[in-house]
């Protein structure tokens, strides 16, 4: 059994399920975005989730803090994400978090029940439970897309597929070809398994009305640069969540498996254990070094580890972080975002400067909002080679390493979510390509969504 390279496979037959306009695999921020745009103009639109709830690492991996970088920049994001953010405030308002002066936070639980009641009012039809890893070609157009269930394959056809699972994975299945990782050895951020702690002193957190757990983390990064913390995850930041009156703290951002491809199972595992004995030793250095802490207790642990990068398509364009940085102008923007840029280091080297110049291979990549400069994104780098009915969205659309860092924040994925949910739209309401849209008439489109341009 040792020797068996590989095997054949028996084709099955796949039912087909439903036929749609527009099919969006991925429930996470993009394909949010993408399913709500395709859907404006009444086209029939289904949105596939491989878990069983939607908002991707909004809610699985605890990521509620996701806009702090935002604050006071006077950047609002538009479109859907203006819409889902006023809509999800109104109804749960800042979700018990008591830290003073902190930036919003989604309640990723709340957010789960808030995404199921905001597809059905924007008339997207939602499968959970719907893995999808293969597809059915006929020369450059996809006949169908498979998903695995417990009942055998099943198959979905589609006018427009927009790929949104954050690994392409439709685009892999598609023969599309990709970049992963650093250029000369492939290797990727690290993943994180955030985690849930209750049991804390929430008045002792809250002292004299000043924000504790920032101080908290401050102190914690010192000890832990000053080689004093004993702890063996390489991670020397630790972001605190929402504080609440039950003596909850909604998140830890804070165990980071290196060295791991996330499309890869056996990396995948690693990195789910690894990363679970680093969570064990954080609870027993929190319980002894951190005030509020001593009687914490583990609450929860993220539904899986999640990836800042894998796969990233070779699209139409091919976007640089020279493009980002030099805000360079594109006559087929669809999104623009603010200068942000955030890697951490893959191969673990946390010490450097943050300066993008390092490109990944000196240290870790952390700039912060400091002017209005505004980079954009053409619709070109979200149309792959070789498939004429897939737009891939999110943080696997067509660019260099160094830009991912800044194409990958959340909201912006997002935005290239509703970019390509319209341009599907347009596709398949005229039977043409995804390549064919005509950009200044998918332009109109979404400036007619609240979209910034501009």
Not at 59 to 87: D, H, I
Not at 223 to 239: H, N
Not at 310 to 330: A, M, N, P, V, W
Not at 433 to 442: F, G, Q
Request: hydrophobic share 40%.
């Amino acid at each position: 059994m040792g020797n068996v390279i590989s095997m054949n496979v028996a084709p099955k037959v796949a039912k087909v399920i439903r036929e749609v306009d527009v099919l969006v695999v991925g429930g996470g921020p993009a394909g949010i975005g993408a399913a709500v745009s395709a859907a404006y103009d009444g086209d029939k639109v289904l949105l596939l989730e491989k878990g069983g709830f939607l908002g991707g690492n909004i809610t699985k991996s605890y990521v509620e803090g996701c806009n702090y970088f935002l604050r006071g920049t006077g950047f609002e994001p538009t479109g859907v994400w203006a819409k889902m953010e006023a809509q999800y405030k109104e109804a749960y308002g800042r979700a018990h978090d008591l830290r003073p002066n902190s930036p919003f936070r989604y309640s990723s639980e709340y957010l789960k029940i808030f995404l199921d009641r905001f597809m059905k009012d924007n008339n997207v039809e939602v499968l959970f439970h719907s893995f999808v890893n293969d597809v059915v070609m006929e020369d450059e157009v996809i006949k169908a897309v498979i998903i695995q269930t417990k009942q055998g394959p099943q198959a979905i056809v589609a006018k427009t597929v927009v790929d949104c699972s954050g690994d392409a994975d439709v685009a892999f299945a598609a023969g599309v070809t990709y970049d992963q990782g650093r250029e000369t050895d492939g290797l990727t951020q690290p993943g994180t398994l955030s985690f849930r702690v209750a049991g804390v002193d929430s008045a002792t957190l809250l002292e004299d009305g000043k924000d504790v757990l920032k101080r908290i983390a401050a102190d914690y990064k010192k000890e832990y640069r000053a080689g004093k913390t004993g702890l063996s995850c390489k991670r020397q930041d630790l972001p605190f969540g929402r504080l609440t009156a039950g003596g909850q703290v909604s998140y830890l951002n804070y165990a980071c498996a290196y060295g791991i491809d996330s499309t890869d199972i056996v990396g995948l595992t690693q990195g789910e254990q690894e990363s679970r004995v680093y969570i064990q030793e954080m609870l027993d250095y929190m319980r002894a070094n951190m005030p509020g802490f001593e009687r914490a207790e583990l609450s929860s642990i993220a539904t899986e580890v999640s990836f800042r990068d894998s796969r990233r398509i070779k699209g139409k364009y091919h976007l640089t972080i020279e493009d980002l940085t030099t805000t360079r102008q594109f006559e087929d923007c669809i999104a623009v975002y603010p200068q942000f840029y955030d890697m951490l280091a893959p191969d673990a080297y946390m010490d450097g400067d943050g300066s993008i110049e390092g490109a990944g291979y000196k240290g870790h990549i952390y700039k912060m909002i400091n002017d209005g400069s505004l980079f954009q994104v053409p619709y070109r780098a979200l149309v792959p080679q070789g498939v004429s009915n897939l737009l891939v969205a999110g943080r696997s659309i067509s660019c260099d390493h160094v830009a991912q860092s800044g194409i990958r924040a959340i909201s912006c994925c997002m935005a290239t979510g509703e970019a390509a949910g319209a341009a599907a739209a347009l596709a398949s309401q005229q039977g043409i390509s995804a390549e064919d849209v005509n950009v200044m008439e998918l332009q109109k489109r979404l400036r007619g969504q609240g979209v910034r341009l501009a």
